[in-house]
């Protein structure tokens, strides 16, 4: 049996960051109106568990949102003390954390080497240092390479999150902070595509024209050409596009930006484009049958189509078959006469 994934997110909002990045509203991104009082973590916890199936599952406790190590020490042990019950049941796996860069040092380490910590996730957002400077993220690049190298000599698994379209910015600079996240050893990443957030600094920039957010089509093919980079880095992309929130999800806290709720499947169709597009070379009007791996036929076939409409505009028919015997973007070709 595949062993299934999920995490427990518990969202702590803007609690402990000293810093308003230009980008950030954490309660409307989040949806997390408050923050939590220890107490209610318990409610939290149990609820989603009681969602989740246990057979086969791996849990993990995540503290999501704000800036967890830069929590008074004594309120970080109490979130986990509430954590650490349910992993001494056997209810879940481990614990997980989001913090930045700024905040981790060898007493932080510290702490978290008494509890069942598996992964310390870091806002890095970008390894440029003036895309650090325009964005407001009071840290520096240094700041994230001596976190990371203390986040894997502790032996926790280091995820980097980073952002793209962040004032300042360029694809090349993307394409480097990539490179950049893959060399400090992080084991996983997240990619998130820049939005103009209503609340936030980077509101009044966009509506005084001083920021244009990246367009969808921008977003959707760099942050595909990230994923190769970390692909042939073995770094596992966890998340593309950020968190749906209701707000988001009807447009009441978004003002402008590449969001919608199907950005990843648009980004692993747009993998399966540059992935097709070699056979645009073979001989045209004939049948062409295109095996896949199951879990990939969706994006295979492409977002509204698209990868399907593409072939269609040099073959006759155009079939998609699933197979066992494929995996990740394989795929075999058949090819036949009318």
Not at 110 to 137: F, H, M, N, W
Not at 185 to 191: F, L, P, S, V, W
Not at 253 to 259: I, K, Q, T
């Amino acid at each position: 049996m595949k062993t299934k994934y999920f995490n427990i997110p518990v969202f702590i909002p803007e609690l402990a960051c000293p810093f308003r990045c230009i980008y950030c509203n954490q309660r409307k991104i989040s949806g997390t109106l408050q923050v939590p009082e220890p107490a209610s973590v318990n409610n939290i916890i149990d609820t989603r568990l009681a969602t989740l199936p246990q057979k086969g599952s791996h849990i993990e406790i995540a503290f999501f949102g704000g800036n967890f190590t830069g929590l008074p020490p004594a309120l970080q042990r109490t979130y986990l003390d509430i954590a650490v019950k349910y992993y001494h049941k056997g209810l879940v796996s481990g614990i997980r954390l989001s913090t930045r860069p700024d905040y981790i040092n060898e007493e932080t380490i510290a702490l978290l080497l008494k509890y069942p910590v598996t992964t310390v996730e870091i806002g890095a957002q970008s390894l440029d240092e003036d895309v650090l400077i325009c964005s407001g993220r009071g840290h520096t690049v240094a700041d994230v390479e001596l976190a990371s190298a203390l986040v894997k000599k502790a032996g926790f698994s280091l995820g980097l999150q980073m952002m793209t379209g962040l004032p300042g910015d360029s694809r090349e600079k993307s394409v480097r902070t990539a490179q950049k996240i893959a060399a400090l050893g992080a084991d996983i990443a997240r990619i998130y595509p820049t939005l103009v957030i209503k609340g936030t600094v980077l509101e009044r920039m966009y509506c005084e024209g001083e920021y244009k957010p990246q367009t969808m089509e921008e977003a959707v093919d760099l942050t595909a050409k990230l994923i190769m980079i970390f692909e042939k880095a073995k770094v596992r992309v966890i998340r593309t596009g950020l968190h749906v929130s209701e707000g988001l999800l009807n447009g009441h806290d978004l003002v402008a930006g590449p969001f919608s709720p199907s950005f990843g499947e648009m980004v692993r169709s747009k993998l399966w484009e540059e992935a097709l597009w070699s056979l645009l070379c073979m001989e045209e009007n004939k049948k062409i049958t295109i095996v896949v791996s199951p879990g990939e036929l969706n994006y295979a076939i492409g977002y509204r189509s698209s990868n399907r409409n593409m072939l269609m505009k040099r073959f006759g028919q155009v079939i998609f078959r699933k197979s066992e015997i494929m995996s990740g973007r394989e795929f075999g070709v058949e090819l036949q006469g009318h």
